[in-house]
């Protein structure tokens, strides 16, 4: 569908190019996204930053989403899975405080420890290179939620149908 992630922020560029954005601040999700936002971001003369996120997978199956943390933020869990894996979120308190510190790890190494850019009152356009299950997305939306953007923008160049609802 695209020749490669650049290509893809690049349609997506296109795509919110006509939007009236306010005071726009694009927002990736490493590693993947971040490709795909640089061209959205020089499109749109906003500022990069990133949205730190990680997968909480299942046991057994690290590749299921059982949910994600994004920095600075309570998880978000998928609760039909856990109810039918039988697993309470405590179960994953161990796996979880890991998580937290990859994010906060990930902040000080890829940002040289800046803090992320501030998003009260902007367009924020969050990108990623796809959706999967859409557990990390809903977990960095629900995050950047609190940090009371004007509006929240989720572009993505591709995701299953049942993912993107």
Request: proline share 9%.
């Given at each position: 569908?695209?020749?490669?992630?650049?290509?893809?922020?690049?349609?997506?560029?296109?795509?919110?190019?006509?939007?009236?954005?306010?005071?726009?601040?694009?927002?990736?999700?490493?590693?993947?996204?971040?490709?795909?936002?640089?061209?959205?971001?020089?499109?749109?003369?906003?500022?990069?930053?990133?949205?730190?996120?990680?997968?909480?997978?299942?046991?057994?199956?690290?590749?299921?989403?059982?949910?994600?943390?994004?920095?600075?933020?309570?998880?978000?869990?998928?609760?039909?899975?856990?109810?039918?894996?039988?697993?309470?979120?405590?179960?994953?308190?161990?796996?979880?405080?890991?998580?937290r510190e990859q994010n906060a790890l990930r902040r000080r190494l890829y940002c040289?420890?800046?803090?992320?850019?501030?998003?009260q009152g902007r367009s924020a356009v969050v990108v990623d290179d796809g959706i999967?299950?859409?557990?990390?997305?809903?977990?960095?939306?629900?995050?950047?939620?609190?940090?009371?953007?004007?509006?929240?923008?989720?572009?993505?160049?591709?995701?299953?149908?049942?993912?993107?609802?």
């Amino acid at each position: 569908m695209f020749e490669n992630r650049i290509s893809a922020g690049r349609a997506l560029a296109e795509r919110l190019a006509d939007l009236p954005l306010r005071d726009p601040v694009v927002l990736a999700l490493p590693r993947g996204g971040v490709p795909v936002a640089l061209p959205v971001a020089q499109a749109l003369g906003a500022p990069l930053d990133l949205l730190l996120v990680r997968k909480i997978g299942a046991p057994g199956n690290p590749e299921l989403a059982a949910g994600a943390v994004a920095e600075g933020a309570e998880p978000e869990f998928n609760r039909h899975l856990l109810r039918a894996l039988g697993l309470s979120r405590g179960d994953f308190a161990a796996d979880l405080a890991r998580k937290r510190e990859q994010n906060a790890l990930r902040r000080r190494l890829y940002c040289e420890g800046r803090d992320p850019l501030p998003v009260q009152g902007r367009s924020a356009v969050v990108v990623d290179d796809g959706i999967a299950t859409g557990a990390t997305v809903k977990a960095a939306l629900a995050a950047l939620k609190k940090r009371r953007p004007a509006e929240i923008i989720l572009a993505v160049p591709v995701a299953p149908p049942e993912a993107a609802d």
